[in-house]
């Protein structure tokens, strides 16, 4: 199978700092459960990873990207994009991630293996910054409110402020 750039990014299991571990125990459940076990344990989010694609769209709707810095040790990751639900939602945070990269599409179809690699690798880069930047804004929240996510429709309300 002739190797592209989106199943490139495709494969990568972007990370976040861990300084917002805590976002995610708070709002996310890591593995999922069932939508009653869900709602029992108060969260908003079935899986660690819908919490990060509402992170970066968050980012990316207020303009705010911030660079993961650190070593390893203080990131933490979420599962490869290839597995992340719903596809359609997905796809389209590929498709901005593509757009904010600003490569012509045209380019990718003469990237050789290496490049393509590189290319992935910032591409990666591009939706861990705008998840983090949406991090920042939803740390910023929680400190100055910690009730204000436990309203009905809060997230949605939040993103579209």
């Known amino acids: ?92 945070l590929v498709a901005c991630t593509l757009a904010e990269d600003g490569t012509p599409f045209r380019e990718y179809d003469f990237m050789k293996e290496g490049e393509l690699d590189k290319k992935s690798f910032e591409l990666r880069e591009i939706v861990e910054s705008y998840t983090n930047g949406g991090l920042s804004i939803l740390e910023e929240e929680f400190k100055q409110d910690k009730a204000y996510f436990d309203k009905p429709f809060s997230f949605t309300e939040f993103v579209f402020e």
């Open 1 to 92: 199978m002739e190797e592209n750039i989106i199943r490139k990014l495709m494969i990568k299991e972007p990370k976040f700092g861990k300084r917002y571990e805590y976002l995610f125990e708070r709002f996310s459940r890591k593995w999922g459960g069932s939508e009653q076990d869900r709602r029992d344990r108060v969260k908003d989010f079935a899986k660690n990873y819908e919490l990060y694609i509402y992170a970066f769209f968050l980012g990316l709707r207020k303009h705010k990207s911030v660079e993961l810095e650190g070593s390893e040790k203080s990131r933490s990751n979420v599962m490869a994009i290839r597995d992340w639900k719903p596809e359609a939602l997905r796809d389209y």
